[in-house]
């Protein structure tokens, strides 16, 4: 099966920094196959048999050993991924919309409160839609952004810490990096 690993607050501002090239030697080392990265902001990808929470324990261990700081992840199988997309509304697929962000929930991610939390915040310029994985957020309007409830709440909300963000391209990508198995 092929997996995305997705990690947060990595490499920003110098902070937390993460060589890709180191850490994708290291998951071949730890028997994960294929790995892959794109960008230099924590999008992983690599193939493996074991099941998922072994997986997981795999890399917490990992993380807690090799880095001094907190290595936050979330691991998203191809299965997992393409039941995601094949749920996603049609207002998702418009990619002139000025803002479109994916936020994945980490493993302790309380994700009634977040849908409960931000659910409030769609309009008829704010779109969300609440998946397994991740809740999807849309914008048409840049004029509207800076006003948006996604704007001025998010990074105050009680849920931030408890997610990792991709844009809309970057998610596209994910998905194509996972598909190829």
Known sequence: MRYALLLRGINV???NK?????????LAGLGFENPVSYINSGNLFFDSEEQEERIREILSAYFSQSYDFP???V???SAMLEK????????WQDETAFRRDVLF???ETDRESVQELAGSWANDKEQLHFGQTAFFYSNADQADYLKSNYHKKLLKSSFYKQLTIRNGKTFQKIVELVGNE
Do not use: I
Not at 18 to 26: C, E, G, I, S, T
């Open 84 to 91: 995601e997309t094949a749920n996603l509304p049609t207002w």
């Open 75 to 77: 691991l998203v199988s």
């Open 71 to 73: 290595l936050p992840f």
């Open 105 to 107: 929930y980490l493993p």
């Open 13 to 15: 501002g110098g902070k």
């Open 18 to 26: 993460v060589v890709m090239a180191d850490l994708k030697k290291d």
